[in-house]
């Protein structure tokens, strides 16, 4: 869900192992030229030997280089499989050594918690930097499901790029102001091809992101960017938001996109025409004029005049019953009006 993904990426994997930039690009000039100089890396790089004898003696300190005993002093880059390993594992052991804290901590917060009586199972989170921690751990952590609604302008419109993890279900439903914001329908695009499941809805009165049905976050629809974040733990009100969602989910209409990359939401009538099947799903998404008109590629006069002949073809007098007439005829055996006549109640005597 891009809506409250955060989690910026690295360029440079190395850069969690302790290496920096200038690190990395000596490491990189010794394993293309196998043997090497101060003097002849200083040059390649147009550095001072200086600092290029510090850069050195910094990544030799690493175990990625070592240097041979007569002057001037040769330096050979480590294999990477056993550096680069070496310093991976180091960095895993630390990990390891962390997390070995946690019960002790959570001990400590258990403690604290039963001495002031009851659990703190909702929190306010006032600070971006702080939400973009947790909503990282709880990606990084899921098992088995991620869902929530996407209201107003996301956090980040290119926060896709992260991926789905296997295993791991992503349900979404955005409302008519998130899809219409800039770059939100091309971002969805996106993580639907990595395996997310999206719906719309109308109008959805909060931003709001639950991970395993164990964490939830609230954010302010309008501007999910500011103001504060309520973090929800496991308790009835957790409860009673993912039925929320489950609620929402089941009313709200599904999304899919052809392999032209369109919008639909049901199998299109062979009567009409291509552009026509274009236009059903969007009105069916509810999505305003300006944005159908965007989405289609086409003018507003020829939207009005499109949604005349559409209305026309379903003989209509309104949107409402045009956008039902659609749904019957792209799903004549779901929305079926029944025809059998209710019996009378009998009356007790």
Same mark, same amino acid.
């Given at each position: 869900? =891009?809506?409250?993904?955060?989690?910026?990426?690295?360029?440079?994997?190395?850069?969690? +192992?302790?290496?920096?930039?200038?690190?990395?690009?000596?490491?990189?000039?010794?394993?293309?030229?196998?043997?090497?100089?101060?003097?002849?890396?200083?040059?390649?790089?147009?550095?001072?030997?200086?600092?290029?004898?510090?850069?050195?003696?910094?990544?030799?300190?690493?175990?990625?280089?070592?240097?041979?005993?007569?002057?001037?002093?040769?330096?050979?880059? !480590? &294999?990477?499989?056993?550096?680069?390993?070496?310093?991976?594992?180091?960095?895993?052991?630390?990990?390891?050594?962390?997390?070995?804290?946690? /019960?002790?901590?959570?001990?400590?917060?258990?403690?604290?918690?039963?001495? $002031? %009586?009851?659990?703190?199972?909702?929190?306010?989170?006032?600070?971006?930097?702080?939400?973009? $921690?947790?909503?990282?751990?709880?990606?990084?952590?899921?098992?088995?499901?991620?869902?929530?609604?996407?209201? %107003?302008?996301?956090?980040?419109?290119?926060?896709?790029?992260?991926? *789905?993890? &296997?295993?791991?279900?992503?349900?979404?439903?955005?409302?008519?102001?998130?899809?219409?914001? /800039?770059?939100?329908?091309?971002?969805?695009?996106?993580?639907? *091809?990595? %395996?997310?499941?999206?719906?719309?809805?109308?109008? +959805?009165?909060?931003?709001? #992101?639950?991970?395993?049905?164990?964490?939830?976050?609230?954010?302010?629809?309008? =501007?999910?960017?500011?103001?504060?974040?309520?973090?929800?733990?496991? @308790?009835?009100?957790?409860?009673?938001?993912?039925?929320? #969602?489950?609620?929402?989910?089941?009313?709200?209409?599904?999304?899919?996109?052809?392999?032209?990359?369109?919008?639909?939401?049901?199998?299109?009538? !062979?009567?009409?025409?291509?552009?026509?099947?274009?236009?059903? /799903?969007?009105?069916?998404?509810?999505?305003?004029?300006?944005?159908? !008109?965007?989405?289609?590629?086409?003018?507003?006069?020829?939207?009005?005049?499109?949604?005349?002949?559409?209305?026309? @073809?379903?003989?209509?007098?309104?949107?409402?019953?045009?956008?039902?007439?659609?749904?019957?005829?792209?799903?004549?055996?779901?929305?079926?009006?029944?025809?059998?006549?209710?019996? &009378?109640?009998?009356?007790?005597?």
């Amino acid at each position: 869900m =891009n809506v409250l993904n955060t989690r910026a990426t690295t360029s440079r994997p190395l850069e969690v +192992l302790g290496i920096d930039e200038m690190q990395e690009r000596i490491y990189r000039v010794l394993l293309a030229h196998r043997m090497a100089t101060t003097e002849d890396i200083a040059k390649m790089l147009s550095l001072s030997p200086r600092k290029t004898q510090r850069l050195l003696d910094s990544i030799e300190s690493k175990g990625l280089a070592t240097h041979s005993p007569e002057q001037p002093r040769r330096y050979i880059a !480590a &294999p990477p499989e056993l550096a680069v390993e070496a310093l991976a594992s180091q960095r895993r052991a630390d990990i390891e050594r962390a997390c070995s804290t946690i /019960p002790e901590l959570k001990k400590e917060a258990t403690s604290t918690a039963n001495n $002031q %009586g009851n659990e703190q199972v909702v929190e306010i989170i006032t600070s971006h930097a702080a939400l973009g $921690q947790i909503v990282t751990h709880l990606h990084q952590t899921v098992q088995s499901e991620v869902f929530g609604f996407q209201s %107003g302008p996301s956090l980040n419109p290119d926060s896709h790029q992260q991926g *789905q993890r &296997p295993g791991v279900r992503i349900r979404s439903i955005s409302d008519m102001a998130h899809l219409e914001a /800039p770059g939100s329908m091309n971002s969805l695009r996106r993580v639907m *091809q990595l %395996g997310e499941e999206a719906r719309v809805f109308p109008t +959805l009165p909060v931003t709001m #992101f639950v991970a395993d049905r164990r964490i939830g976050l609230i954010l302010n629809a309008k =501007n999910p960017a500011s103001g504060p974040t309520l973090l929800v733990r496991a @308790c009835p009100l957790l409860d009673a938001l993912c039925a929320f #969602f489950e609620l929402i989910w089941e009313r709200a209409t599904p999304i899919t996109f052809t392999q032209a990359g369109q919008l639909e939401t049901g199998k299109p009538n !062979a009567q009409l025409t291509e552009a026509t099947e274009l236009l059903l /799903p969007l009105l069916a998404a509810g999505l305003n004029d300006k944005a159908i !008109a965007h989405e289609a590629g086409i003018s507003d006069t020829t939207l009005t005049r499109r949604i005349s002949e559409l209305m026309k @073809c379903f003989d209509t007098r309104t949107r409402f019953q045009l956008g039902w007439r659609a749904a019957l005829n792209a799903f004549p055996n779901d929305l079926t009006v029944s025809t059998t006549t209710a019996k &009378p109640p009998s009356t007790a005597r």
